[in-house]
């Protein structure tokens, strides 16, 4: 079916989708056959005029007219044997002209025509979304009169139940009878429902060729894109084909006007969709299961019920509605009473012989009662014999009497009784309806009927359908399996985890990154060895022929895709499951990934340690917003896991091309943001010190990272935004200090050091520290829990220090004593000055008031000091500034290659995303040009101009420094934003000056090659006239203008100035009016809007801003030495020699993280799991008290009272029906009682009462 969007597109686009088309279907004739009468069979009715088929002896071609012989020894004509078949003439798209402007399919072909490659048109070429369920309408033909309650059944109960089950309804798609039925059925379902819901049904109408109305209008044997198809008189039916129906399926058995020519076709049609799987890709536990729904019904429809009853499909009868379906019910309700007929003749006794001829005497007699005007009878009651021997595959539907709501779980009934005819004696007796319960999404179902405690589910009953409801996206039977007994520790290995990624639909972005990753693998086979480049290549090929390269993907390249995605903030996932070492060269871990892979790959069968942060990982990187929530949920680390989910999912978004998607991605990570950070508020209202450690906790699950470095990946800015994190980064920048310590006397200690020893400054004294680690609990697990959280938060440079240095003792102190250790006491001297100097804060000082001594001292230098090159120079003071630049180049240094245990690439990649890092990098590499160029005399002007452009970015490099400040941080976030703005003006202001400066000088000046003067005339002066620097004189020849000038060109060319031009003087005054009126009013207020939009924008999130890069501010000052420079050459020479001479391992080799012990970390994560839990409990209940959940309440109790009051009258009309029964018995009896007390010679005085009369007095009731 055509999109209705892309019709009203405009007639260009319309032209080249119809063109796309009729291209893609241009192959259908080759293939496709249709059927033609080939031999003229007289029909004695018509007199010869028509022939047995249905068509006029006019239409036959002359072979068919000219077969004499075959003519006359025919008596009946046979498609099979007097037709034949040509290249089809009716396909493509039908447009019903006056009803609407959805295109439908339509296909003419023959009846013998394969159903896969039928099927193959429908979903590949029509693309119809996949069946989890084909419902076969079958009866209700011709002009028979629906009744009411079978339209609402219809209505109601079948296409609601198709919606929420995603099912094709067979009709015969003609406008008569049920087809009408469930034609305005399907359109006011798709009217009231949403465009998600309406794409999941799909009515399909196969009908005969010859008995369709105007088929004359389909006809084309290029094909019709569309074909107009128009009927008058819609309003009565009519062998029509019917607008509501997606696509037709003309099946032609060269006969004209003849019903059951589709019937054939139709059954195995139906017979080979059942033996197709289910899901995406065919990746469903259960092959697609259909069901055949009789409605009325001639007699010629028993064959047809008893050929696919022999192929196991099940038949749904509605009993009451008319003709076969009340014969089929009135034989089968009874069969409790009535022997079963033997499968097989040739066991039979002699004793059963009558019971035998009893049974077929009762169908003959019930036959005759239903069908008095049937002549041949016994191959008909023989062949409601045969049905009845399948009666197991027959579910009888009193429509009339039930409610057609409840049509779904009839259906399912259906199948499953079904099912259990064909499934094993040791398969569980539930597995089958469960399968179709997670097949069609029918939760309600699952949880009222297989879960409701009544049945003991097995591990084994649930592992197909829980791979089934996470690959086909089911999250609520996920939850469901997992609160009935499933064990995700034991169902989630790595080999069933490659299968859930290996099972990702292609075209996604996820396929995308998967087959890179897998193609990289495999080139690194190919340009290794020949051998294993033939092996990987035929393995290649077989698997393509099977079911794609996407089979390929395993483990290694998850892991790629998420190295990819997340980047270098944590390590890379499932090496260690793999068994790989992570290695810095990326070709050595490809090398060693395929001498794995290449194995017996054991790791397949070993079960996944953390099986919720792999789903959850799987389902984000699908962009699974329902799944991803509740996987996160379940697992573990709950902050930690929402900003992983954040990161993936913003990355993703950027790889994204369709809006949409990019959109949901973004939405999502979003959700994860607010989640993270909502959590972990509830973590610091309960306990701050855990908290703090929260965030710097080392995480085995997310590959060894903390909470602040994924935030920082993730660009979470309300998260660090908390107060539990601004809090933290508070306590380490200002180290042992107290926070509320003035700036004043920071700077009054900091120049005068003695002053630190007093009380000027406070500190937190180790003792203070302890004590607020050991307040007592109310229980020593509770002491204990403090003491193992509360170690790591007020002294950060201590923590390192004692995390590196008495690791050893501090486990066993927990482990011999349970007292926490203590750092071994420094003298108070030492202790004190480490206290001052290397807290962040000193440290941050230092460097801003030395950074102003190195400004001072190089603008001395360029103004005042700036000697000629040598010999005669450089001077003294220009000497110490290439000294304190070399210690500046140093700590550049130190911070690339001292950073972390990455590897070198992974450090200068993490180095350059910081923005002042790059800035850092221009300025020492202008200074370096300077220098060098400024040390030779015909380079020396040129040296000590990029010195000068140097100082610039230099100085500019100051406001990094002061982004920690308050006020003044927002306000330079919000002047980079603007910076953006300008860029955009300065685009308009560049495309509008050029034009303007080009047409000017032209108009002034008729002829003037001086280049250094159209350069400046040209860019320059307009862009002064901006600010209203206008040469009036030179402009308005009005004016007069000393200046020499000269016609002359030959003086003109040699440097002179031209004379202006007079006669286009005029609209040069012109267009320097309409020039300034675009530049000084159109764009400046242009740009002063765009800044005010961009301020009021960003000043709502300003501080947010700020406070997510006062993070970056606080890990760069308590990474550095506290010695700025020029000093700080003495800190990296004591680096130097403690890394590399001593192998003396870092204090601070990683920013804020601790690795707790697995006691502690349990205990955490158990603490944080409770505080979760809290919070969605608290969130659960607010949800529950709004008004949107008040009315779906009651909106389902108001449901329940009506379903109450519609059996209320059921009860109402069997007690009616009762009170009746009771008085014609009570009258019989009075009648008997009158009729013996006068005995038997006696005539009764009155006629014994009919029961008739009591039955119509009922139903007029």
Request: hydrophobic share 40%; glycine share 6%; net charge neutral.
């Amino acid at each position: 079916m055509k999109d209705t969007g892309a019709e009203e597109g405009g007639g260009g686009d319309g032209r080249d989708n119809i063109g796309q088309t009729e291209k893609s279907q241009s192959w259908i004739p080759k293939i496709i056959k249709k059927r033609v009468c080939s031999t003229f069979v007289e029909d004695s009715i018509s007199n010869g005029a028509l022939c047995q088929c249905g068509a006029a002896r006019d239409d036959h071609a002359s072979v068919a007219l000219g077969d004499y012989f075959s003519t006359a020894i025919v008596n009946q004509w046979k498609s099979v044997q007097h037709s034949s078949e040509r290249p089809t003439d009716a396909f493509g798209e039908v447009q019903f002209a006056g009803a609407s402007k959805r295109h439908s399919h339509f296909l003419r072909l023959s009846w013998s025509t394969e159903p896969s490659m039928v099927y193959t048109i429908l979903t590949a070429h029509w693309r119809l979304p996949l069946p989890n369920l084909v419902v076969s309408v079958v009866g209700g033909e011709g002009r028979t009169q629906v009744k009411t309650w079978v339209r609402e059944v219809l209505r109601q109960g079948l296409v609601k139940a198709s919606q929420s089950t995603g099912a094709w309804i067979l009709t015969t798609g003609l406008r008569e009878g049920v087809g009408r039925c469930v034609g305005q059925a399907v359109r006011d379902h798709a009217t009231a429902a949403s465009s998600f819901s309406l794409n999941k049904v799909v009515a399909l109408g196969i009908a005969p060729w010859g008995l369709v109305e105007k088929r004359e209008q389909l006809v084309n044997p290029q094909g019709s894109f569309p074909a107009k198809y128009y009927v008058q008189n819609i309003s009565r039916d009519s062998c029509s084909l019917d607008n509501n129906y997606q696509a037709f399926l003309l099946v032609d058995d060269g006969s004209v006007g003849r019903r059951g020519g589709e019937t054939d076709f139709r059954a195995r049609l139906e017979e080979f969709i059942s033996q197709q799987r289910t899901g995406i890709w065919g990746s469903g536990s259960i092959d697609i299961p259909v069901v055949c729904m009789l409605i009325s019904g001639e007699t010629d429809m028993l064959k047809r019920m008893d050929l696919s009853l022999k192929s196991c499909i099940p038949w749904l009868v509605l009993a009451g509605s008319g003709g076969l379906a009340d014969f089929l019910s009135d034989i089968l309700e009874n069969r409790s009473s009535a022997p079963a007929v033997p499968s097989s003749g040739e066991g039979n006794s002699e004793a059963l012989k009558a019971p035998n001829v009893d049974l077929k005497d009762r169908v003959a007699e019930r036959f005759k009662k239903h069908f008095p005007s049937e002549a041949q009878t016994d191959k008909l009651v023989e062949q409601a014999l045969s049905i009845y021997q399948n009666k197991d595959l027959i579910t009888i539907y009193q429509g009339e009497h039930e409610s057609p709501n409840d049509f779904d779980t009839v259906l399912l009934k259906t199948l499953v009784g079904a099912s259990k005819q064909q499934s094993s004696v040791d398969a569980s007796p539930y597995s089958d309806e469960l399968k179709l319960a997670v097949t069609w999404n029918r939760v309600d179902i699952a949880k009222s009927e297989l879960f409701n405690g009544d049945i003991q589910w097995k591990y084994e009953d649930l592992e197909d359908s829980m791979t089934d409801a996470l690959i086909n996206d089911k999250p609520q039977f996920v939850r469901l399996f997992t609160e009935n007994g499933l064990n995700i520790l034991e169902y989630l290995t790595y080999g069933r985890l490659e299968t859930l990624y290996r099972s990702v639909p292609d075209g996604t972005l996820l396929y995308q990154l998967l087959q890179q990753c897998l193609a990289e693998r495999l080139a690194i086979v190919e340009r290794h060895s020949p051998s294993e480049k033939q092996n990987s290549s035929s393995k290649m090929v077989k698997d393509n022929n099977q079911d794609g390269p996407v089979k390929e993907v395993t483990l290694f390249e998850v892991s790629g895709v998420l190295e990819l995605l997340m980047g270098d903030v944590c390590q890379p996932l499932y090496y260690k499951a793999l068994g790989l070492q992570f290695t810095s060269s990326k070709r050595t871990s490809l090398r060693r990934a395929n001498k794995v892979l290449r194995g017996d790959s054991f790791y397949r069968q070993l079960r996944c340690p953390y099986p919720w942060a792999s789903l959850f990982l799987w389902a984000v990187l699908q962009n699974r917003s329902e799944m991803a929530l509740y996987f996160w949920e379940m697992a573990g680390e709950a902050v930690l896991s929402a900003l992983s989910g954040c990161n993936i999912l913003r990355d993703l978004s950027k790889l994204e091309e369709e809006t949409e998607t990019k959109l949901s991605m973004k939405e999502l990570a979003q959700k994860f943001e607010n989640l993270a950070h909502d959590i972990f508020s509830s973590c610091y209202r309960s306990d701050e010190n855990r908290s703090f450690t929260l965030l710097i906790r080392k995480s085995p699950i997310w590959g060894d990272t903390t909470c602040l470095q994924m935030g920082v990946s993730a660009d979470a800015r309300l998260f660090f935004s908390n107060d539990g994190v601004q809090s933290l980064l508070s306590q380490i920048w200002w180290g042992d200090m107290k926070r509320n310590t003035e700036v004043w006397k920071l700077l009054l200690a900091f120049f005068c050091p003695i002053l630190c020893y007093t009380n000027l400054i406070s500190f937190r004294t180790q003792d203070n520290q302890l004590e607020e680690e050991e307040m007592p609990n109310e229980d020593a697990v509770a002491q204990d829990s403090d003491n193992l959280y509360g170690t790591t938060v007020f002294s950060f440079s201590d923590i390192k220090q004692h995390e590196v240095d008495s690791d050893v003792h501090k486990s066993d102190a927990i482990k011999d004593t349970g007292v926490p250790y203590r750092p071994p006491q420094r003298p108070f001297i030492v202790s004190r000055w480490r206290q001052f100097w290397f807290a962040p804060v000193t440290s941050f000082l230092g460097n801003v008031l030395m950074y102003f001594l190195f400004l001072l001292l190089f603008a001395y230098m360029l103004l005042v000091d700036f000697e000629p090159p040598p010999p005669s120079g450089p001077g003294a003071a220009e000497c110490v500034l290439y000294f304190w630049v070399f210690t500046i180049v140093c700590e550049e240094i130190r911070q690339t290659i001292f950073l972390g245990t990455m590897t070198w690439r992974q450090r200068f990649r993490l180095y350059i995303q910081d923005v002042w890092n790059k800035c850092d990098l221009t300025a020492i590499s202008l200074f370096i040009i300077g220098l060098i160029c400024r040390m030779f005399h015909w380079s020396y002007e040129f040296g000590r101009d990029v010195l000068c452009l140097d100082y610039m970015v230099f100085t500019l490099r100051l406001i990094h420094i002061f982004a920690i400040h308050k006020q003044l941080g927002p306000k330079i976030i919000i002047v980079g934003k603007m910076m953006k703005d300008v860029f955009f003006f300065l685009f308009f202001l560049g495309v509008w000056l050029m034009a303007y400066g080009v047409a000017n000088q032209a108009l002034i000046y008729s002829y003037d090659p001086n280049l250094n003067r159209i350069f400046r005339r040209v860019f320059y002066r307009p862009y002064l006239h901006i600010f209203g620097q206008i040469p009036v004189e030179e402009m308005d020849v009005g004016k007069d203008w000393d200046v020499n000038c000269t016609h002359n060109v030959t003086l003109i060319e040699s440097g002179e100035e031209p004379c202006r031009t007079h006669e286009s003087n005029w609209l040069v005054v012109i267009l320097l009016v309409v020039y300034l009126l675009v530049t000084n009013i159109l764009l400046i207020n242009l740009l002063i809007a765009m800044f005010s939009y961009t301020f009021s924008k960003v000043q709502e999130h300003s501080d947010t801003y700020w406070k997510f890069q006062r993070y970056n501010l606080i890990v760069e000052y308590h990474s550095r030495p506290s010695l700025a420079p020029p000093f700080i050459i003495l800190s990296h020479i004591n680096l130097f020699i403690k890394r590399v001479i001593r192998k003396v391992p870092s204090v601070k080799i990683h920013h804020f993280v601790l690795d707790l012990e697995a006691k502690a970390a349990n205990r955490l994560s158990t603490w944080e799991t409770i505080q979760k839990e809290d919070f969605l409990t608290a969130r659960n209940k607010i949800q529950k008290s709004s008004d949107s959940e008040r009315l779906k309440r009651m909106s389902a109790k108001v449901d329940g009272v009506l379903k109450h009051l519609s059996e209320s009258r059921d009860f109402e009309h069997r007690l009616r029906s009762l009170e009746n029964q009771m008085e014609y018995c009570s009258s019989a009896l009075s009648w008997v009682v009158d009729t013996l007390s006068q005995g038997s010679t006696f005539k009764p005085p009155r006629p014994p009462p009919l029961r008739d009369a009591f039955a119509s007095s009922s139903s007029s009731t």
